[in-house]
């Protein structure tokens, strides 16, 4: 099995905790080959863990670096399309956390560059390679008739379950005057999708591409793609929002809180059947995904819960992504795919407009 030797851009949260050690423990797969990270203490410490000596504070030098065949870019979503560009112009496969950026202008560049240089550019969406959510998938096809769908997402800020779990290095020697033009390069992006809006609403279409793009985009392969946003309404971190289907409505809510828990699911009911799957943090990992079958046969109502197994999404998808790369596979999670979200977010926010109050 040959190795497919790895840039990563971005030395964050969840390169240290999920990403870093999953390509490590994919060896005969992958290969750490070179690392990019705006912080130079952050960088050293990183490139001495994992032994790799190609370092840089420049992610387009990194995509320069000619013997990689794949760059993951996992930094900040403000600087997504630039490093994604950059890699494509250097013929690097690419795989993109979430969100791939924050307007569909940006997505159609990444789209015309892939397709000129015929490389591959995969999303990380990694709750749709769950082996409980493909199995899910199935299992909706299933189903005769939907009569409601539930999408929740209530969760802890991100710090609680990772200050009790993990030690992820942060250094304080990025420069201002970086911070704050990564704060102005991120109004200036958002502004392209959805105009000058209020700050309580480029707060909340942040938070949809940010956690509510897993969500969503989950969402969209169950049950397809819904016909309109109905209504939506949003406070604080918190956000509800109902979509019209054919022949029925699904409502999706979403919140962060101080709470230590994670509480991430979608259900889907029919008239004698539900399937629900049921996620939690990813930042502990193997924590298990599980689908919940709940049915009436006759008299006899069932109950089942399904855990495929241990093994957490990101490795199923760094394995998916292997497989893309290797055999020349169309990775489900494209940037086609991603688009589709970023019109829902349009949608919502479309929606959200029409209650918005200027106090």
Same mark, same amino acid.
């Given at each position: 099995? *040959?190795?497919?030797?790895?840039?990563?851009?971005?030395?964050?949260?969840?390169?240290?905790?999920?990403? #870093?050690?999953? #390509?490590?423990? !994919?060896?005969?797969?992958?290969?750490?080959?070179?690392?990019?990270?705006?912080?130079?203490?952050?960088?050293?410490?990183?490139?001495?863990?994992?032994? +790799?000596?190609?370092?840089?504070?420049? @992610?387009?030098? !990194?995509?320069?670096?000619?013997?990689?065949?794949?760059?993951?870019?996992?930094?900040?979503?403000?600087?997504?399309?630039?490093?994604?560009?950059?890699?494509?112009?250097?013929?690097?496969? +690419?795989?993109?956390?979430?969100?791939?950026?924050?307007?569909?202008?940006?997505?159609?560049?990444?789209?015309?560059?892939?397709?000129? @240089?015929?490389?591959?550019?995969? +999303?990380?969406?990694?709750?749709?390679?769950?082996?409980?959510?493909?199995?899910?998938?199935?299992?909706?096809?299933? #189903?005769?008739?939907?009569?409601?769908?539930?999408?929740?997402?209530?969760?802890?800020?991100?710090?609680?379950?990772? /200050?009790?779990?993990?030690?992820?290095?942060?250094?304080?020697?990025?420069?201002?005057?970086?911070?704050?033009?990564?704060?102005?390069?991120?109004?200036?992006?958002?502004?392209? @999708?959805?105009? /000058?809006?209020?700050?309580?609403?480029?707060?909340?279409?942040?938070? %949809?591409?940010? %956690?509510?793009?897993?969500?969503? *985009?989950?969402?969209?392969?169950?049950?397809?793609?819904?016909?309109?946003?109905?209504?939506?309404?949003?406070?604080?971190?918190?956000?509800?929002?109902?979509?019209?289907?054919?022949?029925?409505?699904?409502?999706?809510?979403?919140?962060?809180?101080?709470?230590?828990?994670? /509480?991430?699911?979608?259900?889907?009911? *029919?008239?004698?059947?539900?399937?629900?799957?049921?996620?939690?943090?990813?930042?502990?990992?193997?924590?298990?995904?599980?689908?919940?079958?709940?049915? $009436?046969?006759?008299? $006899?109502?069932?109950? *089942?819960? !399904?855990?495929? $197994?241990?093994?957490?999404?990101?490795?199923?998808?760094?394995?998916?992504?292997?497989?893309?790369?290797?055999?020349?596979?169309?990775?489900? $999670?494209s940037i086609e795919d991603y688009q589709e979200d970023l019109r829902l977010f349009s949608q919502i926010i479309d929606a959200l407009k029409e209650n918005y109050v200027i106090t």
């Amino acid at each position: 099995m *040959s190795k497919i030797k790895v840039g990563v851009i971005g030395l964050g949260e969840v390169g240290q905790i999920i990403h #870093l050690p999953i #390509l490590k423990n !994919l060896s005969d797969q992958f290969e750490i080959a070179a690392l990019c990270d705006i912080s130079e203490q952050l960088l050293q410490v990183i490139g001495e863990k994992y032994q +790799v000596e190609h370092l840089y504070t420049d @992610a387009e030098e !990194l995509t320069q670096q000619k013997d990689l065949e794949l760059v993951m870019v996992l930094n900040s979503d403000e600087y997504h399309t630039d490093c994604v560009l950059s890699a494509i112009k250097n013929k690097k496969h +690419v795989f993109v956390e979430k969100p791939v950026c924050l307007n569909l202008e940006e997505t159609d560049a990444i789209i015309k560059a892939r397709d000129e @240089a015929n490389v591959k550019v995969m +999303v990380g969406y990694m709750r749709r390679y769950a082996p409980a959510f493909i199995q899910a998938v199935e299992e909706v096809k299933k #189903l005769n008739q939907i009569q409601y769908v539930r999408v929740r997402d209530i969760i802890g800020q991100n710090h609680l379950m990772i /200050d009790q779990t993990s030690h992820v290095f942060r250094f304080q020697d990025i420069p201002k005057e970086a911070i704050e033009e990564k704060a102005n390069r991120g109004r200036f992006m958002v502004k392209k @999708a959805i105009g /000058d809006v209020p700050d309580e609403l480029y707060n909340t279409y942040r938070l %949809l591409c940010g %956690l509510s793009s897993h969500d969503l *985009s989950a969402m969209r392969e169950l049950i397809g793609i819904p016909k309109r946003v109905v209504s939506a309404v949003h406070w604080g971190s918190n956000i509800h929002a109902i979509f019209e289907y054919e022949g029925f409505y699904a409502a999706f809510e979403t919140g962060v809180d101080n709470q230590r828990r994670f /509480d991430a699911h979608i259900e889907v009911y *029919s008239q004698t059947k539900t399937v629900k799957v049921q996620y939690d943090t990813p930042y502990i990992r193997h924590l298990p995904t599980t689908l919940i079958v709940n049915e $009436t046969i006759d008299e $006899t109502y069932h109950e *089942s819960v !399904l855990r495929p $197994t241990f093994k957490d999404p990101y490795t199923h998808e760094l394995e998916y992504l292997y497989d893309v790369i290797t055999k020349d596979i169309v990775p489900k $999670t494209s940037i086609e795919d991603y688009q589709e979200d970023l019109r829902l977010f349009s949608q919502i926010i479309d929606a959200l407009k029409e209650n918005y109050v200027i106090t």
